[in-house]
């Protein structure tokens, strides 16, 4: 079976520092990844995809993720975080084996920006 | 163009009662997929379409839930004898076909419908 851990429900920085928001996964085959951004009361937004080709995947808004087959990760990172940033993220792995290729969902991390 | 969009965007109803959630997916997308995101979770996979047949139902929790498609756009999510653990945020999502494999449709996302079950 296919799934996501996000290891923090919680990431606080500063307005201008970085953001790095972490994200494990479990899959037999080479595994198709996404990072959604939800901000209040809006729809779930793709911010960045990876599927087999290069490992670092850049986004929209300046994210970027990379994708390290040996740690089973994908963390999504940020060199300075701004104001709004501040949402809900989800690390996601697509179903490769079944029709229509559902969405498996982490829990989330939101991401809190300070002034 | 417009986006998926989804009706009521809050619905507030008692315990025991029907309730239907309606999906209105982006024109020409074959593929709709129902998930249900409670409070502080992420969402999950209840149902995907491909045309007007569901093709996974794999996630709708009991038979208390229910989905169709019957002209291969609107959707409508049934759902009887609602619980209050039914609570939660009700996505829609639409796409060019879905498929196995390495070829992938992103998957666009509705507001959703926040269902309160009192």
């Known amino acids: 079976a296919q799934s996501v851990t996000q290891l923090d429900s919680h990431v606080s920085v500063s307005e201008g520092t970085p953001v790095l928001l972490r994200c494990n996964y479990s899959?037999?085959?080479?595994?198709?990844l996404f990072w959604y951004v939800q901000h209040p009361n809006k729809g779930l937004q793709l911010l960045l995809k990876y599927t087999s080709a290069a490992t670092l995947v850049k986004g929209i808004n300046g994210f970027e993720a990379e994708f390290k087959k040996s740690e089973t990760s994908f963390h999504l990172t940020k060199p300075s975080a701004h104001m709004s940033d501040a949402a809900e993220y989800f690390c996601?792995?697509?179903?490769?084996?079944?029709?229509?290729?559902?969405?498996?969902f982490g829990q989330g991390t939101e991401l809190s920006v300070k002034p | 163009g417009a986006g998926v969009s989804q009706t009521p965007s809050n619905k507030v109803t008692e315990k025991g009662k029907y309730v239907e959630l309606r999906c209105d997916p982006i024109?020409?997308?074959?593929?709709l997929y129902w998930y249900r995101q409670s409070l502080g979770q992420g969402p999950e996979f209840l149902i995907y379409?491909?045309?007007?047949?569901?093709?996974?139902d794999s996630g709708l929790p009991n038979d208390r839930f229910f989905a169709v498609r019957p002209e291969g756009s609107v959707s409508t999510l049934k759902i009887q004898r609602t619980e209050r653990g039914d609570s939660a945020v009700y996505l829609c999502a639409s796409s060019l076909p879905g498929l196995a494999g390495d070829t992938y449709n992103e998957q666009f996302f509705g507001p959703g419908t926040r269902l309160t079950v009192l």
């Open positions: 379409f491909q045309g007007t047949g569901a093709a996974d």
């Open positions: 996601v792995v697509r179903d490769h084996y079944n029709q229509g290729g559902k969405l498996i």
């Open positions: 024109s020409g997308h074959t593929a």
């Open positions: 899959s037999s085959y080479s595994p198709s």
